[in-house]
């Protein structure tokens, strides 16, 4: 009879945990823009000519000035930026917005401003030019956001995908919404308003510096070299050869003193140095001490699954809190992720393994079982081919007339007078084309990957690492 009551009293305890478990999932479930889109009702505006859209509607007015860029620009110009968001009926030019404010604006990249749809980097400000956080499609408010053009993607939908994808695998991926944009009453085409990988609660939730503190939580990005005063001399300039270099996202240069840039820089190479140490898998001093070591492995399996080699080498971020470990993330830009790159990534072959902070990582027995068995979980739910497939059917019709509206501004998208992939007959000629790209580059990988993951341990292997351990 006791045992009866102590197997009742397990169960019961076990629904309780589960419970709490369902709940707070709930509580933090991603929006999928496309799953939760209403149906909206059909206008009956007698204009013919009137811009009807079920998208999110932004319109951004510059007033007569340039957008600057960030290639040796780093200005901004203040534009009037609002968006019409109704959730229940089409949106126009002529509708009350629901975000209307002042906005420092300039391109995000060195590469869009030679192209058609410039993305941006879209600063919200009062009209005193303080940060002026506000919601913003229903994503949570903050004063910075980026309005990514998808052009040299043209499925539209890799980091649509990607992002959401990443929400799912990992703790955070930056929030995203299709919508439509006018840029001075022109037509723009189909963008993705995307939150930008900055600190904040419902983003990279790291604590605030706390002023006059000797230390803080961080930010840091990975990409190309900047101003030489803007770089970090932490370890991994020295211990591993790279062209790419740190430079701190936050704190924000307003509060960055010399002393907390120094003890950023201390603080990372503390971190690098344990992992690329004879000591790395000491139990007392190795990379689980100070690595969130999850983090590392699904950020490997989302990046080398779509073959994102420019991860770990441009547009890579990590974080720390004060009280945390070492995280890296969030991703970031998989616009030449599955095959859109120059370089041809035919769905075969592994990359990341030999990249920043991976090659020591990889010489360890015990993270590359994490990773293969990882890499099992999630290729029998979000990266499964029947999940991908569908997500991509389903976005598609989801976007339905839009994509046509988007290919008839720039005109050129499919003519081949700019081929951007090589040999040139990798570029779609429609837009049904790159859909059937991006399928069959999914289902070659996941083949692929299914039938090698496992010859990931030769490189963990003792015959190759002799010099490396004790």
Same mark, same amino acid.
């Given at each position: 009879?006791?045992?009866?009551?102590?197997?009742?009293?397990?169960?019961?305890?076990?629904?309780?945990?589960?419970?709490?478990?369902?709940?707070?999932?709930?509580?933090?479930?991603?929006?999928?823009?496309?799953?939760?889109?209403?149906?909206?009702?059909?206008?009956?505006?007698?204009?013919?000519?009137?811009?009807?859209?079920?998208?999110?509607?932004?319109?951004?007015?510059?007033?007569?000035?340039?957008?600057?860029?960030?290639?040796?620009?780093?200005?901004?110009?203040?534009?009037?930026?609002?968006?019409?968001?109704?959730?229940?009926?089409?949106?126009?030019?002529?509708?009350?917005?629901?975000?209307?404010?002042?906005?420092?604006?300039?391109?995000?990249?060195?590469?869009?401003?030679?192209?058609?749809?410039?993305?941006?980097?879209?600063?919200?400000?009062?009209?005193?030019?303080?940060?002026?956080?506000?919601?913003?499609?229903?994503?949570?408010?903050?004063?910075?956001?980026?309005?990514?053009?998808?052009?040299?993607?043209?499925?539209?939908?890799?980091?649509?995908?990607?992002?959401?994808?990443?929400?799912?695998?990992?703790?955070?991926?930056?929030?995203?919404?299709?919508?439509?944009?006018?840029?001075?009453?022109?037509?723009?085409?189909?963008?993705?308003?995307?939150?930008? *990988?900055? !600190?904040?609660?419902?983003?990279?939730?790291?604590?605030? %510096? $706390?002023?006059?503190? @000797?230390?803080?939580? /961080?930010?840091?990005?990975?990409?190309?070299?900047?101003?030489?005063?803007?770089?970090?001399?932490?370890?991994?300039?020295?211990?591993?050869?790279?062209?790419?270099?740190?430079?701190?996202?936050?704190?924000?240069?307003?509060?960055?003193?010399?002393?907390?840039?120094?003890? *950023?820089? !201390?603080?990372?190479?503390?971190?690098?140095?344990?992992? %690329? $140490?004879?000591?790395? @898998?000491?139990?007392? /001093?190795?990379?689980?001490?100070?690595?969130?070591?999850?983090?590392?492995?699904?950020?490997?399996?989302?990046?080398?699954?779509?073959?994102?080699?420019?991860?770990?080498?441009?547009?890579?971020?990590?974080?720390?809190?004060?009280?945390?470990?070492?995280?890296?993330?969030?991703?970031?830009?998989?616009?030449?992720?599955?095959?859109?790159?120059?370089?041809?990534?035919?769905? @075969?072959?592994?990359?990341?393994?030999?990249?920043?902070?991976?090659?020591?990582?990889?010489?360890?027995?015990?993270?590359?079982?994490?990773?293969?068995?990882?890499?099992?979980?999630?290729?029998?739910?979000?990266?499964?081919?029947?999940?991908?497939?569908?997500?991509?059917?389903?976005?598609?019709?989801?976007?339905?007339?839009?994509?046509?509206?988007?290919?008839?501004?720039?005109?050129?998208?499919?003519?081949?007078?700019?081929?951007?992939?090589?040999?040139?007959?990798?570029?779609?000629?429609?837009?049904?084309?790159?859909?059937?790209?991006?399928?069959?580059?999914?289902?070659?990988?996941?083949?692929?990957?299914?039938?090698?993951?496992?010859?990931?341990?030769?490189?963990?292997?003792?015959?190759?690492?002799?010099?490396?351990?004790?």
């Amino acid at each position: 009879m006791k045992r009866k009551l102590i197997c009742i009293a397990t169960i019961i305890l076990m629904l309780v945990v589960i419970g709490v478990v369902i709940a707070g999932d709930s509580e933090n479930q991603r929006i999928h823009q496309h799953q939760a889109a209403a149906v909206k009702i059909s206008c009956d505006h007698t204009d013919p000519f009137a811009f009807c859209t079920p998208f999110p509607l932004v319109t951004i007015h510059t007033n007569g000035q340039s957008i600057p860029s960030d290639e040796g620009d780093d200005s901004s110009m203040t534009a009037d930026f609002q968006v019409m968001d109704n959730p229940t009926a089409n949106n126009h030019l002529y509708d009350q917005a629901v975000v209307s404010s002042f906005a420092n604006i300039h391109s995000t990249d060195n590469a869009s401003p030679l192209l058609n749809k410039k993305s941006l980097l879209i600063k919200l400000v009062t009209e005193n030019r303080t940060e002026n956080k506000l919601a913003v499609m229903g994503m949570p408010a903050h004063n910075e956001w980026v309005l990514y053009g998808p052009y040299l993607d043209k499925t539209l939908l890799r980091n649509y995908l990607s992002m959401n994808l990443a929400a799912e695998i990992m703790n955070y991926g930056a929030d995203v919404r299709f919508c439509e944009v006018f840029l001075d009453d022109h037509y723009q085409g189909v963008y993705l308003m995307m939150e930008s *990988i900055s !600190q904040g609660e419902n983003r990279v939730n790291i604590s605030k %510096y $706390s002023s006059g503190s @000797t230390y803080t939580s /961080y930010l840091v990005r990975l990409d190309r070299n900047a101003a030489e005063t803007e770089n970090l001399n932490n370890f991994t300039r020295y211990a591993y050869d790279t062209d790419s270099v740190f430079n701190v996202v936050y704190p924000e240069s307003a509060i960055l003193t010399p002393e907390l840039r120094t003890y *950023i820089e !201390q603080d990372l190479s503390k971190i690098e140095k344990a992992l %690329y $140490s004879y000591d790395y @898998t000491n139990e007392q /001093y190795g990379y689980q001490n100070t690595l969130e070591v999850m983090s590392f492995v699904d950020y490997f399996i989302l990046n080398e699954f779509t073959q994102n080699y420019n991860a770990v080498n441009l547009a890579t971020y990590l974080y720390k809190d004060v009280r945390g470990k070492l995280t890296i993330g969030p991703v970031w830009d998989f616009s030449s992720a599955f095959d859109n790159d120059r370089i041809e990534f035919d769905g @075969t072959g592994f990359s990341m393994q030999l990249g920043t902070w991976y090659f020591m990582l990889f010489k360890d027995p015990a993270f590359v079982d994490l990773v293969i068995e990882r890499y099992h979980q999630l290729r029998k739910t979000v990266l499964s081919d029947v999940y991908l497939q569908d997500y991509i059917n389903d976005t598609v019709a989801y976007l339905g007339p839009a994509v046509d509206r988007n290919f008839q501004v720039g005109g050129n998208a499919f003519s081949g007078d700019e081929d951007y992939l090589q040999p040139t007959e990798r570029n779609p000629a429609n837009y049904q084309e790159a859909i059937q790209q991006l399928k069959t580059f999914i289902t070659v990988r996941g083949d692929w990957l299914d039938q090698n993951i496992e010859n990931l341990r030769q490189y963990c292997h003792e015959s190759a690492n002799k010099k490396f351990n004790h």
